[in-house]
């Protein structure tokens, strides 16, 4: 993973101020975690890693949700970073494409969350699935007007949902990062 990534890492969450108690003590929990290095990056850091996740958002103020392939639940888009990342707002954004074909996506650079959350994943390709921990940084993305979702292999459906009406069974957390998105678009 790149230093260019960590230094990111680290500054971002460094700087950012915390949009609620909850994603502030992930904040905190995350930056602990970036103590060990660059390797706190990649998912071979078995004790946990940062990852990446993007809301996003069209301007009618729906969000874009993916149900997740194998957890079975309705989230935002995101996941791990990648070695040619060079900073998590990039990851975010490149993992928001990947997952929903949408081309024409722009980041805002600073986080709308940060959430800690068990999951169990692969320390690369075709490994295992083993217990881990996310230290998962979240972005606001912004959709073009007219922007056609196309669903990617990670995910069984993409929808777009209204705030008042999120589907079911929804991951932990994503209602939190909603309220911090839509109020940047205003």
Do not use: N
């Given at each position: 993973m790149s230093n260019a990534l960590y230094a990111d890492a680290v500054r971002v969450l460094t700087t950012w101020t915390a949009t609620s108690d909850e994603a502030d003590l992930a904040r905190k929990q995350t930056l602990e975690l970036l103590a060990d290095g660059p390797?706190?990056?990649?998912?071979?850091?078995?004790?946990?890693?940062?990852t990446a996740s993007a809301l996003v958002v069209d301007d009618a103020g729906r969000v874009l949700l993916c149900l997740h392939g194998r957890l079975g639940m309705w989230m935002q888009l995101g996941g791990h970073c990648e070695a040619g990342d060079r900073t998590l707002a990039g990851a975010a954004l490149r993992e928001a494409t990947e997952e929903s074909g949408i081309a024409g996506l722009t980041v805002d650079p600073e986080p709308i969350d940060v959430d800690v959350h068990e999951v169990r994943c692969g320390a690369g390709e075709g490994?295992?699935?083993?217990?881990?921990?996310?230290?998962?940084?979240?972005?606001?993305?912004?959709?073009?007007?007219?922007?056609?979702?196309?669903?990617?292999?990670?995910s069984a459906d993409l929808g777009w949902f209204a705030p008042g009406t999120l589907p079911s069974p929804l991951a932990s957390g994503t209602v939190r990062q909603i309220a911090p998105a839509l109020a940047r678009l205003a």
């Open positions: 390797a706190a990056m990649t998912r071979a850091h078995r004790a946990g890693h940062v490994a295992p699935a083993e217990p881990s921990v996310h230290f998962d940084v979240r972005f606001l993305v912004r959709s073009p007007a007219g922007a056609t979702e196309q669903i990617s292999a990670e």
